[in-house]
């Protein structure tokens, strides 16, 4: 960092926090929720808990290694080259899912304008892929000019929210949040589907451990903000999810397409329904554009150490990771086509839970690389603490894997194990 350069102080660390998790998921989840009653509410507890020892455990390790960034990087230095590049390979993996889940819900929040294109599976299959593709487009042409369509869309995403959690002050009705399992049994495995669920709206929590050099006193910002974003997330998540059940009945709920502009319509009338409709689509619009940005990034910095085939760090003319971005809209592309079959909300609902169950695994690894790495849990202050949250982080993680389901379980390690071909193809042609 040059010596003129302005520093990121707390409230900026804040908003980085929260603009990297707040993105589509919380605009749909509402309705994947619906059917778990008030258990989908603990479902939100439980993940911004478990979210939190996550933020700590990133924090911690950012700080004690300024110079490794990510769960890649903290894994590959606890674990050696393979589990990095399990983690790489599983990380890039939930970014293509999250980025094929985004895509839908942003045709999704289309219905009140094409409401017979939006029930069609088939037609929100490819107006998806058509979405995926056109910001693979925009972002080919420049990252500056991704960063302008990513400005000119975040401030839509937080309107919707705020209009939606303020009724639920207003509107709260005890009845929406009734616990619909029989057994205790049932129970729990509801309560971890309902987890691993919402915890998909707490993505990307880890870029918010941001570069120690880039901050100012980083030793007490970079975990500060990173709770304080992660808890302000939280209660807007919750606030806003108890004001779309509090407002429409749970079979409407259930079977709607956009939560938040159903609920909107039913509080102020159509014009708001339509407007807060706008709102989320641009707003799934602009997050899709940022995550497909990063599925193009994150490959072209692990191919840079070695660990990725070289195609992913090759630039194009206009310094963009060009096959980088094919490859990865491509993968996107593949899981919405291969699920073209199912409505939009079980699709939307299977994909975020494939793509939370491959973002799970590189947090399983961050989670226990501090004991590995010298310096960290072993030596320094508040070890103890530190170690305590670290196994939590662990086992947190661990069950959240698990409430993901065998169907997605089962395909996601099918996925992941699927990188190992390429790891020795990518080490055999480094050794001589």
């Given at each position: 960092?040059?010596?003129?350069?302005?520093?990121?102080?707390?409230?900026?660390?804040?908003?980085?926090?929260?603009?990297?998790?707040?993105?589509?998921?919380?605009?749909?989840?509402?309705?994947s929720l619906a059917t778990y009653g008030g258990i989908g509410l603990l479902g939100w507890t439980v993940s911004a808990a478990g979210s939190i020892f996550?933020?700590?455990?990133?924090?911690?390790?950012?700080?004690?290694?300024?110079?490794?960034?990510?769960?890649?990087?903290?894994?590959?230095?606890?674990?050696?080259?393979?589990?990095?590049?399990?983690?790489?390979w599983g990380y890039w993996i939930s970014v293509c899912?999250?980025?094929a889940a985004i895509a839908i819900a942003c045709v999704g929040y289309l219905e009140p304008f094409m409401p017979t294109l939006v029930r069609q599976p088939l037609a929100v299959s490819m107006m998806a892929m058509a979405a995926v593709w056109l910001l693979t487009l925009v972002n080919l042409w420049g990252i500056r000019e991704a960063a302008l369509v990513q400005l000119a869309t975040t401030v839509l995403k937080i309107l919707p929210l705020v209009l939606i959690g303020a009724a639920?002050?207003?509107?709260?009705?005890?009845?929406?949040?009734?616990?619909?399992?029989?057994?205790p049994r049932a129970f729990g495995g509801q309560l971890s589907?309902?987890?691993?669920?919402?915890?998909?709206?707490?993505?990307?929590?880890?870029?918010?451990?941001?570069?120690?050099?880039?901050?100012?006193?980083?030793?007490?910002?970079?975990?500060?903000a990173t709770m304080v974003g992660t808890v302000l997330t939280a209660a807007i998540y919750i606030v806003s999810t108890i004001g779309v059940?509090?407002?429409?009945?749970?079979?409407?709920?259930?079977?709607?397409?956009?939560?938040?502009?159903?609920?909107?319509?039913?509080?102020?009338?159509?014009?708001?329904?339509?407007?807060?409709?706008?709102?989320?689509?641009?707003?799934?619009?602009?997050?899709?554009?940022?995550?497909?940005?990063?599925?193009?990034?994150?490959?072209?910095?692990?191919?840079?150490?070695?660990?990725?085939?070289?195609?992913?760090?090759?630039?194009?003319s206009r310094g963009t990771p060009a096959h980088g971005l094919i490859i990865?809209?491509?993968?996107?592309?593949?899981?919405?086509?291969?699920?073209?079959?199912r409505g939009?909300?079980?699709?939307?609902?299977?994909?975020?839970?494939?793509?939370?169950?491959?973002?799970?695994v590189p947090y399983v690894f961050t989670s226990l690389a501090g004991f590995l790495i010298d310096g960290d849990l072993r030596q320094s202050r508040g070890a103890r603490s530190s170690a305590v949250v670290a196994v939590l982080a662990f086992g947190y993680s661990l069950w959240m894997i698990g409430g993901a389901g065998t169907e997605v379980v089962y395909w996601g390690f099918l996925l992941l194990l699927s990188g190992l071909p390429v790891f020795v193809w990518v080490k055999r042609g480094l050794t001589p």
């Open positions: 960092m040059s010596p003129g350069q302005s520093r990121i102080g707390f409230w900026m660390a804040v908003a980085l926090v929260m603009g990297n998790m707040i993105g589509s998921g919380i605009f749909l989840l509402p309705a996550l933020a700590l455990v990133f924090a911690r390790m950012s700080r004690a290694h300024p110079a490794a960034g990510g769960p890649y990087a903290f894994t590959r230095l606890g674990f050696g080259d393979l589990a990095g590049f399990l983690v790489a899912c999250g980025n639920a002050f207003v509107w709260f009705t005890p009845g929406a949040f009734a616990m619909v399992s029989e057994t589907t309902a987890a691993a669920m919402t915890f998909w709206a707490f993505g990307g929590l880890e870029s918010a451990t941001i570069p120690a050099g880039s901050v100012e006193d980083p030793q007490r910002t970079i975990p500060r059940m509090s407002i429409l009945p749970a079979s409407q709920l259930r079977a709607s397409t956009a939560p938040f502009a159903d609920a909107a319509g039913v509080l102020v009338g159509h014009w708001a329904e339509a407007a807060v409709a706008i709102g989320a689509a641009v707003a799934c619009f602009g997050a899709l554009n940022g995550w497909i940005l990063i599925s193009g990034q994150v490959p072209l910095a692990i191919a840079s150490d070695g660990l990725f085939p070289s195609v992913f760090g090759k630039a194009s990865s809209s491509s993968l996107t592309t593949a899981l919405i086509a291969l699920n073209a079959s939009l909300v079980e699709l939307f609902t299977f994909i975020i839970l494939l793509g939370t169950l491959n973002a799970l």
